[in-house]
């Protein structure tokens, strides 16, 4: 099943119509004018030959309509460069300009100088269709050089002047290819513009998927990790502590029906995470773990921010305290929250990471040697690409046992927020990730 509608009132289809008919009504509104003002109608001329010259009429018409449906794909195609309907009717192709020869040469030997050039002229021309573009045009100049050579020269033969017999068919057959290569490639366009519109769409659909597996996986990992981290501590106290065991399982089934609450809602739609928020649950949860946490807070800072920067400061809070859970041994850990030259600036540093070299990352999707923040899912190098869309900055630095990450969103673009409605503020929220 699709994803994005075929047609949703772009009009292709319409387009796509409306080159088909105006191509077949050009070509065979000149193939019956050619034949039924020439000579070859004639009472004059055997029935069976004038049989004959409609019967190539018929069979010439009928191999363009055709050929001209095979070319315009329908609506819609799987890519702009393939042609969904199959390879090129050659046989078609082929009754066509067997078709044309002949109207070409019943003409001529009439000696109508002007239309007999236009059966060959229009079946060249859809046959130039399915080339590339550089043959196409080989092909019609080398048509052109033909037809005027070969009219030229009957018109000598036949005492008759020969520059109108050998420049008029050149022209037509010129002439015949521009027009009609000229409508092709707007339909060729169009339908590339409408496949860059389906890819497009296509490509958000993807987008707001990954976005919702990243929101999944933040609440599961953050949930899970603490989960995990007080469930080992109540095992640990089940024996010398066990009243505090028992309050840390309450804990555990406290978070366990927060993590459940949490994603029912970001299924739905209408999860809303601030930075003021993650604060409090990484005091509590870091607390817990026996993690000295201490928090610098300007209190100024959230009514300069707008909901989705606090909701994407609040994102940085969580992966930070996360971090500090799955991959460091931390006993000291630092949140600084305030603004600085303009900026909201929140930083989140711990010691106890792995002893590595001073390594510094920008957040700019390179890999550039460990860092404590490991493993697949967001993290913090998919957040980098979030604060930068949002305008703002996400490093991160691991300086011995220490790993300090720092994000930072400017508070000159917006004003405080208003209060009161949150479903607006939400649905603000939703359509800035």
Do not use: C
């Not at 390879?87 to 040469?105: D, M, N, S, T």
């Not at 339909?187 to 496949?195: P, S, T």
């Amino acid at each position: 099943m699709r994803d994005v509608p075929a047609d949703p009132g772009t009009g292709l289809t319409n387009f796509r119509r409306y080159t088909w008919w105006s191509l077949i009504g050009i070509i065979a509104f000149f193939l019956v004018f050619s034949v039924a003002r020439s000579r070859i109608m004639d009472v004059a001329v055997p029935f069976v030959v004038r049989f004959a010259v409609v019967t190539a009429l018929a069979l010439t018409v009928a191999a363009v309509a055709v050929s001209i449906s095979r070319r315009l794909p329908r609506v819609p195609s799987g890519s702009p460069d393939t042609d969904p309907d199959g390879p090129p009717p050659v046989g078609w192709l082929a009754a066509g300009g067997a078709g044309g020869i002949a109207l070409g040469v019943a003409l001529l030997a009439v000696r109508d100088y002007g239309l007999w050039s236009f059966g060959p002229a229009m079946t060249v021309s859809v046959i130039a269709m399915f080339l590339p573009d550089r043959r196409r045009w080989l092909l019609i100049a080398a048509t052109a050089v033909g037809a005027a050579v070969l009219g030229g020269v009957t018109a000598a033969v036949s005492g008759q002047g020969s520059l109108f017999a050998a420049a008029f068919p050149a022209g037509l057959v010129v002439f015949t290819g521009w027009v009609t290569l000229g409508m092709l490639w707007a339909w060729d366009v169009a339908e590339r513009l409408n496949a860059a519109r389906r890819l497009s769409a296509e490509l958000a659909i993807k987008d707001e998927r990954l976005r919702f597996a990243a929101d999944l996986h933040d609440i599961q990992g953050h949930h899970l990790q603490v989960i995990a981290l007080k469930s080992e501590l109540a095992a640990r106290l089940a024996e010398a502590d066990p009243a505090r065991a028992a309050a840390e399982m309450q804990e555990v089934r406290r978070l366990a029906t927060d993590a459940l609450r949490d994603t029912r809602a970001v299924v739905q739609g209408y999860r809303r995470v601030t930075l003021e928020e993650e604060i409090t649950n990484a005091t509590r949860v870091l607390a817990a773990a026996g993690i000295d946490a201490r928090m610098e807070l300007d209190p100024a800072v959230p009514g300069l921010l707008p909901g989705p920067d606090r909701h994407l400061l609040g994102l940085v809070m969580r992966e930070a305290t996360t971090n500090v859970l799955r991959h460091s041994r931390a006993r000291h850990v630092e949140v600084s929250y305030r603004i600085t030259d303009g900026l909201a600036r929140l930083t989140a540093a711990n010691d106890g990471a792995p002893d590595r070299r001073t390594t510094e990352h920008p957040g700019i999707g390179r890999e550039a040697g460990p860092r404590q923040e490991a493993g697949p899912g967001t993290g913090l190098r998919t957040l980098a690409e979030r604060v930068r869309t949002a305008g703002g900055e996400l490093t991160w630095r691991h300086d011995g046992d220490r790993f300090t990450v720092t994000a930072s969103l400017p508070v000159e673009r917006s004003g405080p927020e208003p209060a009161g409605d949150r479903t607006t503020a939400a649905a603000t929220d939703l359509e800035a990730r």
